[in-house]
C-alpha cells in the first residue's frame, strides 16, 4: 500500500487537511505500508516556502512521519510539483499527439458569457467543447490575435462507475462534463493533471482524500486510462465541518494546527482528537495511544 497526503503551500495547515493525512498516516502504518509527502506548489501567486516549512513543522509536531517527501527525498523525486514542471509538459505533448487533447483558445470573457447562457437555460455550466475541432486556419487566425491557448482534454461520452472504498459505487455521466483544462496557458499543469502524474509516477496505490473531491474522481479515472494506466483505489472521508453543519472556518474558532499549537494544546490531545472525528466505538474510551489508533 502505498498513500499520499499533499498539501498547497498557500497558508497554514487546516484542521480539516491535518485529518486527511492522519488517516492516511495510520493507514499506511496499519497496513506497513508507505505514507508519501507531496506538495502542491504551481499556483506561483500564493504559493510560499514559508508556509511549505511551516506544513511539514505543523505535521511533525502532530507526530505524522512520512517515508518519502521533499525533505527527505525517495525513489520518486522529486517530491515538489514545480520540479516537476517538464515531465507534466511531455506528458500533455503525448496526448495531443494521441489525440486525446488539443489546444483550445476560448477567452475568459467567452466561457463567462458560455456559462452566463447556460445559467439562464437552467442548465449545469460546462465547457461545450467548441475548439475540438478547430481547422488548421482557425487556430492561425486565434494565434494571429495573440491567444495563448490552454490544453483541453477530451472527456469521453459515457457512464463511469467507481467503487469507493467508504461509500460503494458511484456513477457518473461523463456527457455532462465537458472537455477539462489540464495546461494552463501559462504552460503550468492544471491540478487534474498534475495530481494523476504524480500519482502514477509516485505508484499510489490508495488515494484517500475530502469527500469534495468525489466529483473530480471520474476525470481522475478519465486521465488515469488515457495514460494506459490502473487507476488506485478511491476513498472519499466526510469534511471536517463546525457545530453549525457548514465547513469549518474563522467563525468557529481555530482553523489550522498552527493555531491550536499556539494556544498550548498538546499534540496527542489534537491527534486523539482528529483520530476519533467521525466515528465511535461502543465503550466509554475517549482516549487511544497511537498503537492503538494504528
Not at 200 to 225: A, Q
Request: glycine share 6%; net charge neutral; proline share 5%.
Amino acid at each position: 500500500m502505498r498513500v499520499r497526503f499533499a498539501p498547497s503551500p498557500t497558508g497554514y495547515l487546516h484542521l480539516g487537511n491535518a485529518r486527511t493525512a492522519l488517516f492516511n498516516y495510520l493507514l499506511a502504518r496499519q497496513q506497513k505500508g508507505a505514507f508519501v509527502l507531496r506538495i502542491e506548489d504551481t499556483d506561483r501567486e500564493r504559493s510560499r516556502p514559508e508556509f511549505e516549512r511551516m506544513i511539514l513543522e505543523d505535521l511533525q509536531w502532530l507526530g505524522l512521519d512520512w517515508d518519502e517527501g521533499p525533505d527527505r527525498g525517495g525513489p520518486h523525486a522529486p517530491y515538489r510539483q514545480s520540479e516537476r514542471i517538464q515531465a507534466y509538459r511531455e506528458r500533455v505533448d503525448w496526448l495531443i499527439s494521441e489525440g486525446k487533447a488539443y489546444h483550445c483558445y476560448c477567452s475568459f470573457e467567452e466561457l463567462e458569457g458560455m456559462r452566463r447562457e447556460q445559467t439562464s437555460r437552467k442548465e449545469s455550466p460546462r465547457y461545450d467543447n467548441r475548439c475540438r475541432e478547430l481547422t488548421a486556419a482557425q487556430k492561425a487566425a486565434y494565434q494571429r490575435e495573440g491567444r495563448r491557448p490552454t490544453v483541453r482534454f477530451r472527456i469521453p461520452d459515457r457512464s463511469l462507475t467507481f467503487f469507493d472504498l467508504i461509500r460503494g459505487d458511484i456513477t457518473f455521466d461523463t456527457s455532462l462534463m465537458g472537455d477539462l483544462i489540464i495546461m494552463k496557458s501559462d504552460g503550468l499543469p492544471s491540478f487534474h493533471l498534475a495530481v494523476v502524474l504524480d500519482d502514477i509516477d509516485m505508484e499510489i496505490s490508495h488515494v484517500v482524500r475530502g469527500e469534495d473531491h468525489i466529483s473530480n474522481t471520474p476525470r481522475h479515472i478519465l486521465l488515469f486510462e488515457a495514460f494506459n494506466r490502473k487507476p488506485p483505489s478511491f476513498a472519499h472521508m466526510a469534511m471536517t465541518l463546525g457545530p453549525d453543519g457548514k465547513r469549518l472556518s474563522k467563525r468557529h474558532g481555530a482553523t489550522s494546527v498552527r493555531e491550536l499549537r499556539n494556544q498550548g494544546y498538546l499534540p496527542e490531545a489534537l491527534f486523539n482528537y482528529l483520530a476519533l472525528l467521525g466515528w465511535g466505538i461502543n465503550d466509554d474510551q475517549e482516549v487511544f495511544s497511537r498503537q492503538e489508533l494504528i
